[in-house]
Protein backbone atom coordinates (compact mmCIF):
# COMPACT_ATOMS: atom_id res chain seq x y z
CA UNK A 1 0.00 0.00 0.00
CA UNK A 2 1.32 3.19 -0.57
CA UNK A 3 1.86 5.89 2.31
CA UNK A 4 -0.29 8.99 2.74
CA UNK A 5 0.49 11.75 1.68
CA UNK A 6 0.19 15.25 3.39
CA UNK A 7 0.36 18.64 2.01
CA UNK A 8 1.73 21.67 3.83
CA UNK A 9 1.85 24.89 3.18
CA UNK A 10 4.17 27.58 5.11
CA UNK A 11 2.89 31.56 4.99
CA UNK A 12 5.36 34.43 4.81
CA UNK A 13 6.21 34.79 8.70
CA UNK A 14 6.40 30.97 9.01
CA UNK A 15 9.98 31.63 6.54
CA UNK A 16 10.36 34.75 7.39
CA UNK A 17 14.08 34.42 7.91
CA UNK A 18 16.92 31.72 7.43
CA UNK A 19 16.78 30.93 11.42
CA UNK A 20 12.62 30.43 10.36
CA UNK A 21 13.66 28.20 7.40
CA UNK A 22 15.67 25.77 9.76
CA UNK A 23 12.87 25.58 11.71
CA UNK A 24 10.65 24.33 9.18
CA UNK A 25 13.26 21.95 8.17
CA UNK A 26 13.07 20.39 11.65
CA UNK A 27 9.56 20.62 11.20
CA UNK A 28 9.38 18.78 8.21
CA UNK A 29 12.24 16.20 9.77
CA UNK A 30 9.87 15.64 12.49
CA UNK A 31 6.78 14.54 10.03
CA UNK A 32 8.87 12.55 7.68
CA UNK A 33 9.06 10.43 10.70
CA UNK A 34 5.37 9.25 11.34
CA UNK A 35 6.09 7.80 8.21
CA UNK A 36 3.89 10.22 5.67
CA UNK A 37 5.03 11.93 2.41
CA UNK A 38 5.13 15.15 2.35
CA UNK A 39 4.74 18.07 -0.17
CA UNK A 40 5.27 21.34 1.25
CA UNK A 41 4.35 25.11 -0.36
CA UNK A 42 5.77 27.66 0.56
CA UNK A 43 5.35 31.54 0.38
CA UNK A 44 7.74 34.21 -0.27
CA UNK A 45 9.83 35.34 3.13
CA UNK A 46 7.23 38.15 5.28
CA UNK A 47 7.58 41.69 3.50
CA UNK A 48 9.16 40.12 -0.27
CA UNK A 49 5.84 41.00 -2.24
CA UNK A 50 5.10 44.08 -0.94
CA UNK A 51 9.04 45.10 -1.65
CA UNK A 52 8.70 43.60 -5.30
CA UNK A 53 5.32 45.87 -5.97
CA UNK A 54 7.00 48.82 -4.32
CA UNK A 55 9.90 48.02 -6.61
CA UNK A 56 7.96 47.90 -9.89
CA UNK A 57 5.44 50.60 -8.49
CA UNK A 58 8.54 53.23 -8.46
CA UNK A 59 9.49 52.72 -12.05
CA UNK A 60 6.07 52.69 -13.45
CA UNK A 61 2.50 54.34 -12.25
CA UNK A 62 0.62 50.92 -13.30
CA UNK A 63 2.97 48.19 -14.18
CA UNK A 64 2.40 45.86 -16.69
CA UNK A 65 0.50 43.02 -15.11
CA UNK A 66 2.46 39.90 -16.77
CA UNK A 67 5.57 41.51 -15.73
CA UNK A 68 4.14 42.05 -12.45
CA UNK A 69 3.68 38.25 -12.38
CA UNK A 70 7.35 37.67 -13.54
CA UNK A 71 8.79 39.56 -10.79
CA UNK A 72 6.43 38.84 -7.65
CA UNK A 73 6.89 34.76 -8.64
CA UNK A 74 10.54 34.99 -7.76
CA UNK A 75 10.22 35.77 -4.02
CA UNK A 76 8.29 32.01 -3.73
CA UNK A 77 11.24 30.27 -5.24
CA UNK A 78 13.67 32.09 -3.23
CA UNK A 79 12.36 30.26 0.24
CA UNK A 80 11.56 27.09 -1.97
CA UNK A 81 15.06 26.84 -3.13
CA UNK A 82 16.80 27.23 0.34
CA UNK A 83 13.90 25.67 2.45
CA UNK A 84 15.25 22.72 -0.34
CA UNK A 85 19.06 23.38 0.62
CA UNK A 86 18.00 23.46 4.36
CA UNK A 87 16.22 19.96 4.04
CA UNK A 88 19.03 18.70 1.58
CA UNK A 89 21.30 19.40 4.46
CA UNK A 90 19.59 17.30 7.02
CA UNK A 91 20.10 14.38 4.98
CA UNK A 92 16.35 14.58 3.51
CA UNK A 93 16.12 14.05 -0.29
CA UNK A 94 14.64 17.36 -0.97
CA UNK A 95 13.63 19.08 -4.84
CA UNK A 96 11.82 22.79 -4.90
CA UNK A 97 9.99 22.96 -7.69
CA UNK A 98 8.60 26.37 -9.33
CA UNK A 99 4.78 26.52 -10.72
CA UNK A 100 6.22 25.39 -14.12
CA UNK A 101 8.26 22.74 -13.05
CA UNK A 102 5.21 21.35 -11.03
CA UNK A 103 2.63 21.92 -13.32
CA UNK A 104 0.12 24.39 -12.47
CA UNK A 105 -1.88 25.52 -15.52
CA UNK A 106 -3.75 28.49 -14.91
CA UNK A 107 -5.75 31.17 -17.20
CA UNK A 108 -4.02 33.97 -18.79
CA UNK A 109 -5.49 36.67 -16.14
CA UNK A 110 -2.36 37.85 -14.47
CA UNK A 111 -1.67 38.79 -11.03
CA UNK A 112 -5.16 36.90 -10.27
CA UNK A 113 -5.29 34.16 -12.22
CA UNK A 114 -7.66 31.03 -11.97
CA UNK A 115 -5.56 26.98 -11.95
CA UNK A 116 -7.36 25.33 -14.86
CA UNK A 117 -5.55 21.93 -14.34
CA UNK A 118 -2.30 20.34 -12.11
CA UNK A 119 -0.18 18.04 -13.94
CA UNK A 120 1.16 16.65 -11.12
CA UNK A 121 3.18 13.32 -12.85
CA UNK A 122 6.59 14.38 -12.12
CA UNK A 123 6.00 15.03 -8.55
CA UNK A 124 4.30 11.45 -8.25
CA UNK A 125 7.64 10.54 -9.61
CA UNK A 126 10.27 12.25 -6.72
CA UNK A 127 7.25 11.62 -4.26
CA UNK A 128 8.12 7.44 -5.23
CA UNK A 129 11.34 7.97 -4.91
CA UNK A 130 10.74 9.27 -1.70
CA UNK A 131 11.91 12.80 -2.29
CA UNK A 132 9.96 15.71 -0.27
CA UNK A 133 9.12 18.25 -2.96
CA UNK A 134 9.13 21.84 -1.74
CA UNK A 135 7.18 23.49 -4.67
CA UNK A 136 7.50 27.54 -4.76
CA UNK A 137 3.34 28.69 -3.88
CA UNK A 138 1.42 31.50 -5.31
CA UNK A 139 2.35 30.60 -8.95
CA UNK A 140 1.71 28.87 -12.13
CA UNK A 141 2.12 29.29 -16.25
CA UNK A 142 -0.78 30.08 -18.64
CA UNK A 143 -1.15 28.72 -21.61
CA UNK A 144 1.56 30.96 -23.61
CA UNK A 145 4.03 29.75 -20.90
CA UNK A 146 4.29 33.08 -19.34
CA UNK A 147 4.29 33.05 -15.48
CA UNK A 148 1.12 33.91 -13.79
CA UNK A 149 0.41 34.74 -10.22
CA UNK A 150 -2.82 33.56 -8.13
CA UNK A 151 -3.88 36.79 -5.87
CA UNK A 152 -2.36 37.99 -2.52
CA UNK A 153 -2.25 34.98 -0.09
CA UNK A 154 -2.76 32.63 -3.26
CA UNK A 155 -0.06 30.44 -1.84
CA UNK A 156 -2.89 28.86 0.46
CA UNK A 157 -4.63 27.80 -3.17
CA UNK A 158 -1.44 25.91 -4.33
CA UNK A 159 -1.21 24.20 -1.47
CA UNK A 160 -5.27 22.64 -1.51
CA UNK A 161 -5.07 22.64 -5.32
CA UNK A 162 -1.81 20.37 -5.06
CA UNK A 163 -3.54 18.33 -1.92
CA UNK A 164 -6.30 17.49 -4.62
CA UNK A 165 -4.60 16.59 -7.68
CA UNK A 166 -2.07 14.47 -5.38
CA UNK A 167 -5.13 12.75 -3.48
CA UNK A 168 -3.59 14.10 -0.27
CA UNK A 169 -5.03 12.75 3.19
CA UNK A 170 -5.23 16.67 4.11
CA UNK A 171 -3.77 19.97 3.26
CA UNK A 172 -2.57 21.80 6.87
CA UNK A 173 -1.66 25.64 6.76
CA UNK A 174 1.08 26.64 8.89
CA UNK A 175 0.73 30.50 10.22
CA UNK A 176 1.28 32.73 12.57
CA UNK A 177 -1.89 32.26 14.24
CA UNK A 178 -2.82 29.08 16.15
CA UNK A 179 -6.06 28.94 14.49
CA UNK A 180 -8.93 31.01 12.87
CA UNK A 181 -10.63 33.19 15.37
CA UNK A 182 -13.80 34.89 16.15
CA UNK A 183 -12.38 38.28 14.32
CA UNK A 184 -8.58 39.18 13.74
CA UNK A 185 -7.12 38.69 16.86
CA UNK A 186 -4.74 41.79 16.05
CA UNK A 187 -7.54 44.03 16.04
CA UNK A 188 -9.57 42.18 18.72
CA UNK A 189 -7.80 40.66 21.72
CA UNK A 190 -10.42 39.42 23.11
CA UNK A 191 -11.34 36.96 19.77
CA UNK A 192 -12.00 33.30 20.53
CA UNK A 193 -10.31 30.62 18.68
CA UNK A 194 -12.75 28.37 16.82
CA UNK A 195 -11.69 24.12 16.88
CA UNK A 196 -14.13 23.84 14.05
CA UNK A 197 -15.54 25.77 10.91
CA UNK A 198 -17.40 24.38 8.28
CA UNK A 199 -16.91 25.26 4.40
CA UNK A 200 -19.54 27.50 3.83
CA UNK A 201 -18.88 29.79 7.15
CA UNK A 202 -14.80 30.09 6.30
CA UNK A 203 -15.86 30.85 2.89
CA UNK A 204 -18.16 34.16 3.98
CA UNK A 205 -15.11 34.85 6.67
CA UNK A 206 -12.39 34.54 3.96
CA UNK A 207 -14.74 36.81 1.65
CA UNK A 208 -14.65 39.32 4.19
CA UNK A 209 -11.53 39.91 4.85
CA UNK A 210 -10.59 37.20 7.19
CA UNK A 211 -6.85 37.03 5.20
CA UNK A 212 -5.82 33.76 7.08
CA UNK A 213 -7.07 31.70 4.22
CA UNK A 214 -7.21 33.25 0.53
CA UNK A 215 -10.92 32.74 -0.41
CA UNK A 216 -10.23 30.76 -3.54
CA UNK A 217 -8.42 28.13 -1.33
CA UNK A 218 -11.41 27.83 0.36
CA UNK A 219 -13.79 27.19 -2.34
CA UNK A 220 -11.08 24.53 -3.38
CA UNK A 221 -11.18 22.94 -0.66
CA UNK A 222 -14.99 23.00 -0.40
CA UNK A 223 -15.62 21.28 -3.53
CA UNK A 224 -13.07 18.62 -3.32
CA UNK A 225 -14.35 18.07 0.35
CA UNK A 226 -10.27 18.58 1.31
CA UNK A 227 -10.16 18.45 5.01
CA UNK A 228 -7.69 22.10 5.97
CA UNK A 229 -6.42 22.55 9.11
CA UNK A 230 -4.67 26.21 10.19
CA UNK A 231 -2.31 25.77 12.55
CA UNK A 232 0.61 27.57 14.19
CA UNK A 233 4.07 27.18 12.90
CA UNK A 234 5.66 29.02 15.96
CA UNK A 235 4.13 26.52 18.15
CA UNK A 236 6.16 23.52 19.16
CA UNK A 237 4.05 19.84 19.26
CA UNK A 238 3.27 20.10 15.64
CA UNK A 239 1.33 23.36 16.01
CA UNK A 240 -1.51 23.17 18.59
CA UNK A 241 -4.61 21.48 17.24
CA UNK A 242 -5.31 24.52 15.28
CA UNK A 243 -8.81 24.99 13.48
CA UNK A 244 -10.39 22.36 11.65
CA UNK A 245 -12.68 23.33 8.34
CA UNK A 246 -14.78 20.97 7.19
CA UNK A 247 -18.13 20.00 6.07
CA UNK A 248 -20.74 21.33 8.07
CA UNK A 249 -22.18 18.84 10.95
CA UNK A 250 -25.90 19.49 10.67
CA UNK A 251 -26.54 18.26 14.49
CA UNK A 252 -24.59 21.50 15.62
CA UNK A 253 -26.91 23.95 16.47
CA UNK A 254 -25.33 27.43 14.66
CA UNK A 255 -24.45 30.75 16.26
CA UNK A 256 -26.38 33.60 15.61
CA UNK A 257 -22.99 35.52 15.16
CA UNK A 258 -20.05 33.36 14.36
CA UNK A 259 -17.53 36.23 13.56
CA UNK A 260 -16.64 40.04 13.00
CA UNK A 261 -14.40 40.63 9.76
CA UNK A 262 -12.77 43.71 8.92
CA UNK A 263 -11.81 44.15 5.57
CA UNK A 264 -9.25 47.37 4.74
CA UNK A 265 -8.51 46.67 1.95
CA UNK A 266 -11.30 48.42 0.13
CA UNK A 267 -11.88 51.65 -1.65
CA UNK A 268 -15.40 53.31 -2.86
CA UNK A 269 -16.04 55.62 -5.67
CA UNK A 270 -18.37 58.32 -6.47
CA UNK A 271 -19.26 59.52 -9.64
CA UNK A 272 -21.69 62.83 -8.77
CA UNK A 273 -24.81 63.79 -10.69
CA UNK A 274 -25.22 61.46 -13.59
CA UNK A 275 -28.21 61.33 -15.63
CA UNK A 276 -30.75 58.73 -14.54
CA UNK A 277 -31.50 57.07 -17.86
CA UNK A 278 -32.04 53.64 -18.14
CA UNK A 279 -28.50 52.06 -19.88
CA UNK A 280 -26.49 54.42 -17.76
CA UNK A 281 -25.43 51.90 -14.82
CA UNK A 282 -24.26 49.32 -17.82
CA UNK A 283 -22.29 52.13 -19.73
CA UNK A 284 -20.39 52.38 -15.74
CA UNK A 285 -20.05 48.60 -14.64
CA UNK A 286 -19.28 47.16 -18.45
CA UNK A 287 -15.86 48.57 -19.17
CA UNK A 288 -15.15 47.44 -15.68
CA UNK A 289 -15.97 43.85 -16.02
CA UNK A 290 -13.93 44.07 -19.78
CA UNK A 291 -11.32 44.93 -17.47
CA UNK A 292 -11.86 42.24 -14.74
CA UNK A 293 -12.29 44.50 -11.57
CA UNK A 294 -15.21 43.19 -9.40
CA UNK A 295 -17.50 45.39 -7.85
CA UNK A 296 -18.82 44.41 -4.27
CA UNK A 297 -21.22 46.94 -2.73
CA UNK A 298 -23.05 49.61 -5.23
CA UNK A 299 -25.51 52.51 -4.02
CA UNK A 300 -27.50 54.75 -6.09
CA UNK A 301 -29.66 57.64 -4.34
CA UNK A 302 -32.61 59.41 -5.04
CA UNK A 303 -32.78 60.76 -8.28
CA UNK A 304 -33.48 63.95 -8.26
CA UNK A 305 -34.13 66.44 -11.31
CA UNK A 306 -33.05 63.84 -13.62
CA UNK A 307 -29.93 63.08 -12.15
CA UNK A 308 -28.42 61.09 -9.23
CA UNK A 309 -25.16 59.98 -7.67
CA UNK A 310 -23.72 56.66 -7.62
CA UNK A 311 -21.13 54.95 -5.72
CA UNK A 312 -19.86 51.88 -5.38
CA UNK A 313 -16.92 49.61 -3.82
CA UNK A 314 -14.38 47.40 -4.87
CA UNK A 315 -10.59 46.06 -4.20
CA UNK A 316 -8.06 48.79 -2.70
CA UNK A 317 -5.39 47.67 -5.22
CA UNK A 318 -7.69 48.09 -8.68
CA UNK A 319 -8.74 51.33 -7.79
CA UNK A 320 -6.00 53.10 -9.59
CA UNK A 321 -7.22 51.10 -12.77
CA UNK A 322 -10.82 51.05 -12.39
CA UNK A 323 -10.36 55.44 -11.53
CA UNK A 324 -8.35 55.68 -15.36
CA UNK A 325 -11.71 54.21 -16.51
CA UNK A 326 -14.35 56.01 -14.66
CA UNK A 327 -12.40 58.89 -15.74
CA UNK A 328 -13.35 58.43 -19.04
CA UNK A 329 -16.69 56.69 -18.50
CA UNK A 330 -17.74 60.33 -15.86
CA UNK A 331 -16.69 62.31 -19.18
CA UNK A 332 -19.10 60.43 -22.03
CA UNK A 333 -22.18 60.32 -19.34
CA UNK A 334 -21.66 63.95 -18.43
CA UNK A 335 -21.07 63.08 -14.45
CA UNK A 336 -20.21 66.24 -12.98
CA UNK A 337 -17.43 64.81 -11.11
CA UNK A 338 -15.78 61.61 -10.27
CA UNK A 339 -14.04 61.07 -6.86
CA UNK A 340 -12.50 57.84 -4.82
CA UNK A 341 -12.01 57.18 -0.66
CA UNK A 342 -9.43 54.35 -0.01
CA UNK A 343 -9.68 55.21 3.53
CA UNK A 344 -12.61 53.02 3.96
CA UNK A 345 -13.25 49.85 5.65
CA UNK A 346 -15.68 47.16 5.27
CA UNK A 347 -16.78 45.38 8.69
CA UNK A 348 -19.01 42.33 8.84
CA UNK A 349 -21.01 40.38 10.66
CA UNK A 350 -21.56 36.64 9.69
CA UNK A 351 -23.37 33.82 11.08
CA UNK A 352 -25.11 31.03 9.94
CA UNK A 353 -27.62 31.31 12.79
CA UNK A 354 -28.87 34.99 10.95
CA UNK A 355 -30.96 32.76 9.12
CA UNK A 356 -33.36 32.23 11.49
CA UNK A 357 -33.21 35.03 13.95
CA UNK A 358 -34.35 38.71 13.50
CA UNK A 359 -32.72 42.16 14.99
CA UNK A 360 -29.48 41.44 14.29
CA UNK A 361 -28.91 44.31 11.83
CA UNK A 362 -31.04 46.59 14.57
CA UNK A 363 -28.18 45.53 17.30
CA UNK A 364 -25.51 46.60 14.59
CA UNK A 365 -26.41 49.85 14.41
CA UNK A 366 -27.54 50.32 17.96
CA UNK A 367 -23.69 49.96 19.03
CA UNK A 368 -22.29 51.75 16.25
CA UNK A 369 -24.45 54.57 16.57
CA UNK A 370 -23.48 54.29 20.62
CA UNK A 371 -20.06 54.64 19.52
CA UNK A 372 -20.38 57.35 17.31
CA UNK A 373 -19.48 55.50 14.22
CA UNK A 374 -20.50 56.73 11.22
CA UNK A 375 -21.96 54.29 8.13
CA UNK A 376 -21.46 55.32 4.69
CA UNK A 377 -22.77 52.25 2.81
CA UNK A 378 -24.88 48.63 3.86
CA UNK A 379 -25.35 45.53 2.24
CA UNK A 380 -26.83 42.35 3.43
CA UNK A 381 -27.52 38.89 2.91
CA UNK A 382 -28.93 35.91 4.39
CA UNK A 383 -25.67 35.03 6.84
CA UNK A 384 -24.01 38.46 6.77
CA UNK A 385 -24.22 42.21 7.66
CA UNK A 386 -21.47 44.18 6.04
CA UNK A 387 -21.30 48.47 7.45
CA UNK A 388 -18.46 50.40 5.32
CA UNK A 389 -17.66 52.77 7.72
CA UNK A 390 -14.66 55.17 7.35
CA UNK A 391 -10.82 52.99 8.40
CA UNK A 392 -10.16 54.87 11.50
CA UNK A 393 -13.25 53.72 12.99
CA UNK A 394 -12.68 49.99 12.45
CA UNK A 395 -10.77 48.69 15.45
CA UNK A 396 -13.24 50.63 18.01
CA UNK A 397 -16.16 49.09 15.93
CA UNK A 398 -14.91 45.60 15.97
CA UNK A 399 -14.38 45.21 19.30
CA UNK A 400 -17.68 46.90 20.28
CA UNK A 401 -20.13 44.63 18.06
CA UNK A 402 -17.31 41.80 19.27
CA UNK A 403 -18.38 43.04 22.74
CA UNK A 404 -22.12 43.66 21.89
CA UNK A 405 -22.58 39.56 20.35
CA UNK A 406 -20.66 38.26 23.07
CA UNK A 407 -18.28 36.35 21.00
CA UNK A 408 -16.11 35.99 24.01
CA UNK A 409 -17.61 32.75 24.55
CA UNK A 410 -18.09 30.88 27.93
CA UNK A 411 -15.48 28.86 26.91
CA UNK A 412 -13.41 31.12 25.93
CA UNK A 413 -10.23 31.29 28.26
CA UNK A 414 -9.49 34.86 29.83
CA UNK A 415 -6.20 35.44 27.82
CA UNK A 416 -5.45 37.13 24.66
CA UNK A 417 -4.91 35.12 21.65
CA UNK A 418 -1.47 33.72 20.63
CA UNK A 419 -0.10 35.80 18.00
CA UNK A 420 3.46 36.64 16.27
CA UNK A 421 5.02 39.72 16.32
CA UNK A 422 1.63 41.58 16.05
CA UNK A 423 3.35 44.87 15.67
CA UNK A 424 4.46 43.80 11.96
CA UNK A 425 1.08 43.84 10.44
P1 LIG B 1 0.60 33.80 6.02
O1 LIG B 1 1.72 34.72 5.67
O2 LIG B 1 1.00 32.67 6.91
O3 LIG B 1 -0.19 33.35 4.82
P2 LIG B 1 -1.42 35.79 6.58
O4 LIG B 1 -0.87 37.08 7.08
O5 LIG B 1 -1.84 35.72 5.16
O6 LIG B 1 -0.38 34.66 6.94
O7 LIG B 1 -2.68 35.31 7.48
C1 LIG B 1 -2.56 35.24 8.87
C2 LIG B 1 -3.11 36.50 9.51
O8 LIG B 1 -4.52 36.57 9.25
C3 LIG B 1 -3.02 36.56 11.00
O9 LIG B 1 -1.77 37.05 11.42
C4 LIG B 1 -4.18 37.44 11.41
O10 LIG B 1 -3.76 38.74 11.73
C5 LIG B 1 -5.03 37.52 10.15
N1 LIG B 1 -6.45 37.23 10.39
C6 LIG B 1 -7.49 37.98 9.92
N2 LIG B 1 -8.65 37.49 10.31
C7 LIG B 1 -8.39 36.38 11.04
C8 LIG B 1 -9.21 35.42 11.73
N3 LIG B 1 -10.54 35.51 11.73
N4 LIG B 1 -8.61 34.40 12.37
C9 LIG B 1 -7.26 34.29 12.37
N5 LIG B 1 -6.43 35.17 11.75
C10 LIG B 1 -6.98 36.20 11.09
N1 LIG C 1 3.61 35.99 -1.41
C1 LIG C 1 2.24 36.20 -1.84
C2 LIG C 1 1.61 37.31 -1.02
O1 LIG C 1 2.28 37.92 -0.20
C3 LIG C 1 1.44 34.93 -1.80
C4 LIG C 1 1.26 34.32 -0.44
O2 LIG C 1 1.95 34.66 0.51
O3 LIG C 1 0.42 33.43 -0.32
O4 LIG C 1 0.47 37.61 -1.22
MG1 LIG D 1 -1.70 34.27 3.67
Redesign the pocket.
Known sequence: MSKSLIVQKY????VGTLERIEHVADRIVKARKTGVDIVVVV?AM?GETDKLLKMARSLSKNPARREVDMLLSSGERISAALLALALQSRGIPALSMTGRQIGLQTDSTHTRARITSIDAQRARKMLNKNHVIVVAGFQGINEEGDVTTLGR?G??TSAVALAVALGAKQCEI????D????????MVPQ?KKLDVVSYDEMLE?ASL????LQIRCVEFAHKYKMPLVVKSSFKEKEGGKGTLICEEDPKMEQPVVS?I?CDKNQAKITLKEVPDQPGIAANIFEPLAAASISVDMIIQNVSEQGHTDLSFTLAREELDEAMVIMNKVGKKIQATQVSSNAKIAKLSIVGAGMRSHSGVAAQIFKTLSAHKVNILMISTSEIKVSCIIEQKNSKLAANALHDAFKLEGKTAKKKTAK?VSPAK?
Open positions: GGTSSAGSDYTDVGVYTSDPRAMGAKVGMIK
